[in-house]
């Protein structure tokens, strides 16, 4: 069944109005917006499950799931109902309690880079204190991370390469003093030819690597092998360290994450989404060396006075339970690859340059022609304009996808074959009428 394409959105459009008098742009995150794909937001009212419902009355197949936490299925009764015993206890504490150790077990275990991990309160508070710890263990201060990968908004991270300087850190957001980006260096994804030449370049200089293993934040866009392993060889030969970004990919494509489904071993990793289970968090981790350098055991100062809050570990100790039963990964797996095989097949059918792919349960869609092998692939070849019409149509077709081209997409266990069918047959009346 297909939703009407009268959709209403007059109360959503009278909160958002309200809201741009009280936050700035009238969102407290900007992608939410819609200034990618033009048109007006939506404000939701609740989630369940595979949908979302806003507060005109509206219901969507929802797509983006909290932007991947809640890879369960949204407001999960287990999680719901094990958040009510420890909402019981208290909702902070400041000080140790026996649900770190349960999570931080469940994390070690499942990933084969982990030794040790430290909980913090977001995946930007995970990236921003892996550097510190990156270069207080190498003693060197560059970082090399590449172009179209997100890993928060610390000032470090906020650069962009400029056309043809892959190596120069300039700042991309106003407020960024040059000096916190000078040592950010920028190489192109899947490039292994650009990351030799920024370490010839710096030689000695480089702290360590930091990237998304699967990039979430230009689109979907899968390394090749030969590129993951490349990076690994490099980085042992330099004498630095390589991060895993896995706050979208960890426990999202595989319960050991990308680490573990690509079979390479990072030194560190980051995390957050899946692991809060929809609440607040992150965590870096890596080996007990390096880990053993953070305060209080080391030098490395980093804390949190929510750190480690009850709740989320609560909710990331029965969402990894839950994931961890035989047969999720498989399950995220055929569900999303009937999804996107469907809408390439609908885009080719009605004549569009459209390509994309997915592992287990992320996936992404692009309109050009192939192949996206890196973040310059879809700002130079893609139809941005395209994509806000099809964002919009699949809007008023009750679907509900990132307003980006640059974001991916994600499912989730409760994702069922009549939601894909749904989306489908809404796919193809906005494809026929692009």
Known sequence: MVASQSLKTSESQRVLKEAADLMPGGVSSPVRAFKSVGGNAVVFDSVKGSKAYDIDGNEYVDYIGSWGPAIVGAANEEVNAALAEALKKGTSFGAPSVLENELAKLVIDAVPSIEMVRFVNSGTE???S???VMRA???????????????????MYLVQAGSGVLTLGLPDSPGVPKASTETTLVAKYNDLDSVRSVFEQNKGEIAGVILEPVVGNSGFIPPTQEFLTGLREITEQEGALLCFDEVMTGFRIAYSGAQGYFGIKPDLSTFGKVIGG????GAYGGRKDIMSLVAPA???YQAGTLSGNPLAMTAGIKTLEIMKRPGSYEYLDKITGRLINGLLEIGKEYGHAVCGGHISGMWGLFFCEEPVTCFEDVKEKCDFDKFARYHR???ENGIYLAPSQYEAGFTSLQHTEADIDRTL????VVMKDL
């Open 126 to 128: 995970a990236c921003m």
């Open 393 to 395: 149509g699949m809007l």
């Open 137 to 155: 263990f190498t003693e060197r201060q560059k970082i090399l991370k590449f172009s179209g990968c997100y890993h928060g908004h610390a000032d």
């Open 278 to 281: 929809g609440l607040p968090v």
């Open 298 to 300: 080391g030098p490395v």
């Open 130 to 132: 892996v550097v510190r």
């Open 425 to 428: 047959a809404a796919a193809r």
